[in-house]
Structure formats: C-alpha cells, structure tokens
C-alpha cells in the first residue's frame, strides 16, 4: 500500500512543536499517578478549548475522548491514543521543569504522548473541512498497572463511533532520534502478576523437624519453575517468569508458618500464556505438597498480547520513510517483554503501535538512562516528527482505509 498526501506533515508538526513543548513541560512538572489524574485532564482540555472536538468523559477514570467529525465523511473512523499516568518515582533529571510532586514522576514519556496527540488534534482540527472521517482521540489514564484503556472500553467510548482502525506511539530513549520502530504481530508481552503462598507449620529454628519449613520449599518452587520454562516452553513462542519477591519470618531462631512470593509472567501467545500458567499451579501445588506443605497460587489477570496489524505497521513504516526517509523506519527484530495496556484497544480493533526514538543529539542510545528510570529525559524536537505521525496516520486511513 502507497499513501499519497498533499500535505506537508513535516512542517506541520514543526509548527506545532513551540506549544507542544510548553504543553509537554506543564504535564511533566505536576505529575499524576494512576486512574484519576484531574489536573492533568484539565491542563489537556485547556490546550484543546475552542476546537471543533466533541468531549465525552470517561466515568471511570478522569479519560476522555475528543471525536473530531470531518467535512466529509465517508464512513471511516480512526482512533489515535495518547496515555498521560506518571509513576511513583522520585525524579533525578535535574530538568528546570521536573516534577514538583514528591515521589511522582514522568519517566515513561507519558506527557510527551500526550502532548503530541493534542499538537495533532490542533493541526486536524485546522483541516477538518478536508477530513473525509472521523477521528477519535483517546486521553487515556491509568497505563501503568491500572487498565485505563480496558475501564474506557468498558464504559463504552470507542464504541459510538467505533474505530475501524487504532494508532499510538510510545517514546524510547534508546532508540536514535526521529526514527520509528515497530513490528507486525506481537509487539509487547501479556503482564499477569503472580501471587504465591506456601503455608508450612511454624517451629524453633534449632527443632525445624517440629514443624513444617516452608522456606526450603518456596526455594524449591523457584528452582522449578526456572526449570520449566527453560524446559517446557519453546524459545520460538517464549516466557518469561520471575519472582521478584519473597517474605517471611520474624526472627533469626523462629521457622515461620508460611512464605509469600509475587512476581510476573510475560508472554507473547494465548496458547504459551495458558501453558504457563498451568505449569505454574502445578508446581505450586505440587512441590509444596512433596513436603507436607500446602501451595496456593493466585495470578492477577494483566495486559493482553500487544498485538500489531501487518496493514497497520505497514502504513506507518510508509509514512516513516516519507517523514526522515530510509533510516526514517526500523523493523524490530523480536517483540520486547514489556506490556502496554493500549493491548486492550488493538484486542478489539485492527491498528498498531510504534516506539519513536528520544535520545539527545551526540548520546549514545544504548546508555542512555532508559523508561523508568529516574533519570530519563527525552529530545523535545523528536515530538514534531511524533504530531506529523499521528496526523499522517489519520489522514492515510481516512482516504484509503489499511488496505490489503
């Protein structure tokens, strides 16, 4: 598929990067963490007052979606997501504008999302008469752990108009400046969070064998299930699995009654997802029962498979190309074993998401501070290319649809 534009998307990303900077900077000074995050709504709705946007809140979250109807319309609609959450980190930048909220902080390039979706909803909003659609904008709280775009789907904003395609971009600081990366089929992982008890008897340390010890059976647990994944999962369809806590006792000569473990299972399929956790209960519960103990297991539904359209990741490695030429677009080798909640979105409708490289001119993207990290900072000029992507996305599938 060929896009053809008579646009210059370039300069109008240009144009719009003074007031996406000082939007961007606003939104990283006062940072918000979670589902409800209202200051950061309203400095969103402000930047968009006076537009020809139709606003529809989400009452679940401070989300909300601004539907713009262009002076045609051919029956397509598009939806381009923007997150806005910050994370519970205190910031290290020592940026002019870091945040001035103890213990919050940007550090996954959530403002910068945003405050490109708003320069591109200011920039459709100037065409709208050559809009042959709809577009959707989605300004989405709670991406990180929170579900957001889930509890939004949920109270049915992208269900009237309903998007037949769904674009969104996501910041990297590891990746060269002004160039897009992304990948047809599995992007990003599945997140479920595991939750482990093994419940023994407690005893004095010097007379374990009056008890039931379950801290050498938590350890076996452990053992095993690195073990199962390194022997019962294919490396060509993966799992990761890590338990990233273990707690219990209260004192150097008491054997405790039980341990506690949590942790978190990546996949890229239904099928290993579903394995996985099977061999997870298993070994639980049957390890902890070889010894006498009892094994309980919870997992925590997380994110679904960040999954990616062909036709999608084609038309944005097109319009990369036409935004920075050859080196304008990287394919991604292998899909990373991160997750994304915009999952939920591309569950229900055919689209893509793409990282945008963030490092500084003359860093080394390798070595540079990564996502979440509390010293990340991003390259501001790259958000022009990241409005002119949101914009041209829009404007491909409004005329020509994904295509074959």
């Known amino acids: 598929m060929t896009f053809e534009t008579t646009t210059d998307w370039t300069a109008v990303g240009e144009a719009e990067l003074a007031d996406v900077i000082t939007l961007r900077r606003a939104i990283h000074a006062d940072p918000e963490i979670g589902l409800h995050c209202p200051r950061t709504t309203d ?4 930047a968009l007052a006076g537009l020809p946007l139709e606003i529809r809140d989400s009452i679940s979250t401070t989300g ?70 709809t577009v959707v904008f989605m300004f989405q709280p709670g991406e990180e752990g929170y579900h957001g775009a889930r509890f939004m789907i949920e109270d049915g904003l992208l269900a009237n108009p309903a998007p037949q395609a769904a674009f ?39 007379m374990p064998q009056d008890g039931l010890d379950p801290i050498p059976v938590a350890c076996e647990i452990v053992t095993a299930l690195s073990t199962f994944v390194a022997r019962q999962i294919p490396v060509t ?55 006498n103990c009892v094994g309980e297991l919870r997992i925590d539904d997380g994110y679904p498979v960040t999954q990616n359209d062909p036709r999608a990741v084609a038309m944005i490695r097109d319009i990369a190309v036409r935004l920075g030429g050859d080196e304008g677009y990287v394919t991604m080798p292998a899909p990373m074993m991160g997750g994304e909640d915009f999952a939920y979105v591309l569950r229900d409708i055919p689209g893509a998401m793409a990282f945008v490289g963030v490092a500084h001119e003359g860093s080394d993207p390798r070595t540079n501070p990564p996502l979440h990290n509390t010293r990340m900072t991003i390259d501001e000029s790259v ?22």
């Open 43 to 46: 400095k969103i709705k402000a």
């Open 64 to 133: 909300f979606v601004a539907i713009l109807r262009g002076g045609r319309d051919n029956g397509r609609t598009v939806l381009l997501r923007g997150d806005h959450d910050a994370l519970p980190m205190q910031e290290e930048t020592g940026l002019p504008f870091a945040s001035q909220v103890p213990g919050a902080m940007h550090a996954c390039g959530h403002d910068s999302h945003t405050a490109m979706l708003v320069g591109a909803a200011r920039a459709l909003c100037a065409r709208k008469d050559d809009l042959p659609g």
């Open 168 to 206: 969104a971009l996501h910041i990297s600081p590891n990746m060269p400046a002004g160039v897009f990366v992304s990948r047809a089929g599995p992007l990003l992982a599945s997140t479920d969070a595991i939750n482990i008890t093994v419940r023994g008897a407690g005893a004095h340390a010097a």
């Open 237 to 291: 369809d993966p799992a990761v699995l890590s338990i990233t806590k273990i707690t219990a006792g209260s004192a150097y000569n008491i054997v405790p009654d039980a341990v506690q473990m949590i942790g978190t299972l990546r996949t890229l399929s239904t099928a290993t997802r579903v394995k996985a956790r099977e061999g997870l209960a298993r070994i639980v519960e049957h390890v902890s029962a070889a010894h």
């Open 383 to 404: 958000m022009a290319k990241g409005v002119a992507m949101h914009c041209a996305l829009a404007d491909a599938f409004l005329n020509d649809g994904l295509g074959e």
